[in-house]
């Protein structure tokens, strides 16, 4: 959307604080994803540490290996590399790339899901929840926030009232994506 070559990455991270290793992805059964974007990677508008209290300084969008806020990164294509380059003392982030997602933008804003993983059995869907659009609403609007257009919701707005702007601000989403990302 935003005429930039882009892809999806997964894999694993270690979070270090300043005592050592806090939080990692590894052997846990839970991965994490983040993007290339021209090249830059990682891209990720995701991590966050709001629920440890303190623990954490505030961490913004990680985008490549510069600094990031108060946390330094760092990104390797193996965990045998990411171990053998320990890091003590400081907040850092390291990511572990293991796969890149091959379905197509088209793909991924028609079937989320093929991407994102399904709740449990027997528990809803967003998409059950907040109506079939809201992928393409939440897009479409961090489409915008990445444009500038808009400021962040965060700091103003519970998280209800955050998703209820957002599905009353963008209707008809996918097809509008759609037509944006297929437009030459």
Known sequence: ????????????FVTHSEGGVAITSIDTG??????????????DLSMTFVHFKGRFPHLPIVYGTEPAGKFAIRYFSSEEDARSDPAAGTFMISYIER??????????VRSPYRFL????KGFPKWTEIHGDEIFSQTTAHLYRLARGDIRPLASSRSAKQIIKFIKSRYPNATNRILSLIQAD
Do not use: F
Not at 1 to 12: H, Q, Y
Not at 117 to 120: D, G, I, N, S, V
């Open 1 to 12: 959307m935003l005429r930039k070559e882009a892809t999806i990455k997964t894999g694993d």
């Open 30 to 43: 839970a991965d994490h994803a983040w993007c290339e974007v021209d090249a830059v990677v990682p891209v």
């Open 99 to 108: 796969e890149t997602v091959k379905s197509t933008p088209d793909e991924l």
């Open 117 to 120: 993983y399904a709740p449990a």
